[in-house]
Nanobody, 126 residues
Framework: QEQLVESGGGLVQVGGSLRLSCTTSGRDFSRYTMGWFRQAPGKEREFVSAISWSGGSRDYADSVKGRFTISRDNDKDTVYLQMNDVNPEDTAVYYC???????????????????WGQGTQVTVSA
């Protein structure tokens, strides 16, 4: 059974850093694009970042560009989201996601991601 499990969320102060992890099981991780989305209270879920199966291509939402870095370790079946210089607008539940088909492109559309983790809460305190 394919599964994504996020970890690393928590409480962080404004300007601080946090690293989220998402570990995959039940599939060949190295074949799949991976992405991060987030959903703040009362808001729609939004794209944050994505990384290609090889790690050679990355995409970021404008709101996090220059502050967040996505990376992957195909030997550990894990994708990371390094969050630096966080602000209160980064408070959200963060979801790891992946398309159901391998070798895909780098989408931003939520509908292109068919496999989702349970989410991890990130709270930024002022």
């Amino acid at each position: 059974q394919e599964q994504l499990v996020e970890s690393g969320g928590g409480l962080v102060q404004v300007g601080g850093s946090l690293r989220l992890s998402c570990t995959t099981s039940g599939r060949d991780f190295s074949r799949y694009t991976m992405g991060w989305f987030r959903q703040a209270p009362g808001k729609e879920r939004e794209f944050v970042s994505a990384i290609s199966w090889s790690g050679g291509s990355r995409d970021y939402a404008d709101s996090v560009k220059g502050r967040f870095t996505i990376s992957r370790d195909n030997d550990k079946d894990t994708v990371y989201l390094q969050m630096n210089d966080v602000n209160p607008e980064d408070t959200a539940v963060y979801y790891c996601a992946s398309p159901l088909t391998a070798w895909g492109s780098l989408p931003r559309n939520e509908a292109a991601f068919g496999l989702w983790g349970q989410g991890t809460q990130v709270t930024v305190s002022a």
